[in-house]
């Protein structure tokens, strides 16, 4: 019952999330279009014709991304010789085995027997073989259900698309429901949590994701003027990798070492890892505080901890949104701080003011004498 109810419950969070993702430029074009005027004759259904835009435009983008992506990774295959990448990985066998014989060597001279060594490393190599075989039935497994991630995709973009035409009725009938059967008071403490939640995650998420395509583009520029192979593939990967924090640097560090290390561009690898550094650095300083809001500003431990929970409850995916989650977290713990340390404020102002009066008021008998 709980996966029945998880695979009808996908498509729809995704829909929310993207509805809830695009309604900033929908509302754009729904500004753009009502300006719209030919001949006292103004343009109807705006919000229509601005979903109908928003959704062209995400899909033209995709579709560009992918294209060159695919392109550019052809490309570098189609130009790069086979008999070069055979000797190259020759050359690197090679160099393995003359590394491994002078370790066993120099281990003989100190007593202690190649046979362990040998033993470790077939250990090693047997847990190698069963990682690979479980990645490549998981890859298969992944193909096998490509279908229904299709499905999932399509159902998804169409629930988003009525939820960005009627999302003000869907909200108005939401508060309608709350008003019938909640009081005041939870209706306001609802109220402000939804208001929080949309200033913490409009704040993240849309800011991280214009970061995104920034250090998408960045990246891919300074490493294609560079001269690092697959400079688009990296590129692309490293900035969708800003989504997690920490994650997008290593990609692009990781892969841009790979990629060099492998074409013997030593020269190039060392200019691109100090062009790397200098992005970053332009990045995390002035870039996202920029694009970002002022909400999610916590400590990078709180971050960190974040991360690890978003890792254990949900894998990659609660990666994603362990951040805003914490941020949010932390606002409403800071807050209710604040309200606490207000109450208590009151109180003690209250007490004061009654030991005040008790000082001015005179004794009774004084009071009788008078």
């Known amino acids: 019952m709980l996966n029945w109810v998880m695979g ?50 995400l899909l033209a983008i995709i579709v560009l991304g992918i294209s060159l992506l695919v392109y550019n990774v052809t490309n570098q295959l189609r130009l790069a010789k086979l008999d070069d990448i055979v000797v190259l990985a020759t050359n690197y066998i090679n160099n393995i085995n003359d590394f491994y014989a002078s370790v066993l060597a120099k281990l003989e001279t100190v007593n202690i027997h190649s046979e362990q060594i040998n033993d470790y490393i077939k250990d090693n190599a047997t847990k190698l073989v069963d990682a690979l075989k479980t990645g490549g ?12 991630y299709i499905t999932t995709v399509i159902f998804a973009l169409v629930i988003s698309i009525y939820f960005m035409i009627d999302g003000k009725m869907i909200k108005n009938y939401i508060r309608k429901v709350g008003r019938a059967f909640l009081n005041n008071n939870w209706n306001t403490r609802i109220s402000i949590f939804i208001k929080d939640a949309d200033y913490v995650f409009s704040g993240y998420i849309r800011g991280q994701l214009l970061d995104v395509m920034v250090m998408m583009f960045a990246l891919t520029v300074v490493l294609s003027i560079i001269g690092v192979k697959y400079s688009v593939l990296i590129g692309i990967i490293a900035g969708l990798g800003n989504l997690i924090p920490y994650l997008g640097p290593f990609i692009a560090y990781f892969g841009t070492a790979i990629s060099c290390l492998v074409y013997g561009q030593y020269q190039k690898l060392i200019i691109a890892v100090i062009a790397l550094a200098i992005v970053q650095a332009l990045d995390g300083n002035i870039i996202a505080p920029k694009l970002l809001s002022q909400s999610i500003k916590i400590h990078p431990v709180l971050v960190i901890i974040s991360l690890i929970f978003g890792n254990a409850i949900g894998g990659l995916f609660g990666m994603l949104f362990a951040v805003p989650v914490g941020a949010l977290l932390k606002l409403l713990f800071s807050r209710y701080v604040d309200t606490r340390l207000k109450e208590k404020q009151e109180e003690q102002d209250t007490v004061k003011q009654k030991e005040q009066v008790r000082e001015k008021k005179p004794p009774k008998e004084e009071a009788g004498i008078n």
């Open 8 to 57: 009808v419950a996908k498509p729809i969070a995704i829909a929310f999330i993207l509805a809830y993702l695009l309604d900033p430029v929908v509302n754009f074009f729904e500004n753009l279009y009502g300006k719209i005027k030919i001949k006292n004759w103004k343009l109807k259904s705006g919000r229509t014709w601005a979903v109908m835009t928003t959704v062209l435009l």
């Open 137 to 148: 039935t998981s890859f298969v497994s992944s193909l096998a259900n490509i279908s229904s």
